[in-house]
Each structure stands twice: as C-alpha cells, then as structure tokens.
C-alpha cells in the first residue's frame, strides 16, 4: 500500500513538475517539490538512492537548456525572417529574374531565360497544362551559357491557365526557365515563409531569386 501511494504520489509530482517546466522553467523550485515529495513518500524501509537525486536534476536541467535553445531558435527565426521581408520589401518595383517551375499564364507576352552548359543542336521549351497534357516548343540551336526567350501565349495558341515548364535538349541536358519580370510585393506564406509574387505569373521563395536587375529607368520630362 505505501509503494503504491509513493508511486501514485511520485506521478503527480512528475506532472506538476512537468508543467513548472513548460510555464516558466524555474529549475531550482521544480526540483524542491520533487525531491520533497519524493522523500516524504519514500518506503523507509527500503530509502531512495541518493544518487536518483542527482541523476533527475541533471535531467531536468538538460529538458531546461533544451528549451531556451528552443525558444532562442523561435526567436532568432522570426529576427531573420522580419529582416528579409525588409530587405526584400526595399526591391519590391525592381526587376528580377527567377527560376519558376510553374507560371499563370494570360495573354500578355512573357520574357524568359535559361543557362545551359553545353551547346545544343536543337532545344526545346516543354510546358505541361493542368489538363496533364505537354507541348513541346522548338527554339532551335542554342550556345551554352544564357539565353532568352519570349514566351507569347497568344502566338502559341496556349489558353490562360497555369503551366508546368522546363528546357530539354537533344543532348537530354534539362534545365529550369527563368522568369523575367517585376517584383510586385513581398509576403508571408501560410507556413510562414517569406513569398515573392511576380505580378500574377508565379510566387517563389527568395531562393530562386538568381538576377536583381534594378529598376526602370523613368523617362524625364
């Protein structure tokens, strides 16, 4: 009967005990209730190690480090985050160029552009529409390293919608198409993440940022 009191006693303990670490973290109390609850409930015949003792407040001390520097990472998360949507928000209205994997296409023209590490005889632009399926668009030979291309859904005959896109090469070299555009506005994704919308073709991380091109020049009066 006394070692099932002592358990029972010992568990609660270990439940208020978890919550002064969860509420504030005050070490020094957490363990004074422990260790009196436990030594007042102990079996006299058969008493605690002492050594439990120790081994439970290196334990709660270690729980109690574990949060601070989880608390801290939270923290410093949120600093680095509130300084990139400044610095990004300074850019908002400048031209960028991004890798995208996906655009919204209308019907205005789109200035694209892609890198390849070799030349290639015959590229082509691969777009793939909701409806799953892909149109394969030749642009002819190209060099290595950067080349543009422009995206013009109406001479295509692409209907409005959203497109999955890439760059194959006859040499099976695949690579990702840039977008060339504006920089419309800087936000915070549902995950918390910071988002970049290029006008209402994509929204991308600032990872896939690869160019700031700067502003238009405004012509003078």
Do not use: C, W
């Not at 409806?131 to 390293?145: H, N, V």
């Amino acid at each position: 009967m006394s070692s099932a009191v002592s358990n029972n006693t010992n568990v609660a303990a270990g439940s208020a005990a978890g919550g002064e670490v969860a509420g504030n973290g005050a070490m020094s109390n957490l363990f004074t209730t422990l260790l009196v609850a436990q030594i007042k409930n102990q079996d006299p015949l058969s008493p605690a190690d002492p050594s439990a003792f120790v081994n439970q407040l290196t334990q709660l001390s270690q729980m109690e480090a574990l949060q601070k520097l989880a608390s801290q990472g939270s923290s410093n998360s949120a600093s680095l985050q509130s300084l990139q949507m400044l610095g990004l928000g300074a850019q908002v209205g400048s031209l960028v160029q991004a890798k995208v994997e996906q655009l919204h296409l209308a019907q205005g023209a789109v200035q694209t552009s892609f890198s390849l590490q070799s030349p290639a005889a015959e590229a082509s632009l691969l777009l793939t529409g909701s409806d799953g399926q892909t149109q394969r668009i030749a642009l002819g030979s190209r060099p290595a390293g950067e080349s543009s291309y422009l995206l013009d859904p109406v001479k295509l005959g692409l209907s409005p919608g959203d497109y999955r896109l890439r760059i194959e090469t006859d040499s099976k070299e695949v690579a990702p198409l840039e977008l060339v555009t504006e920089l419309s506005r800087v936000k915070l994704g549902a995950g918390g993440n910071v988002l970049l919308a290029l006008g209402t073709l994509a929204e991308v991380g600032p990872e896939a940022i690869t160019q700031f091109r700067g502003r238009a020049a405004t012509p003078s009066h």
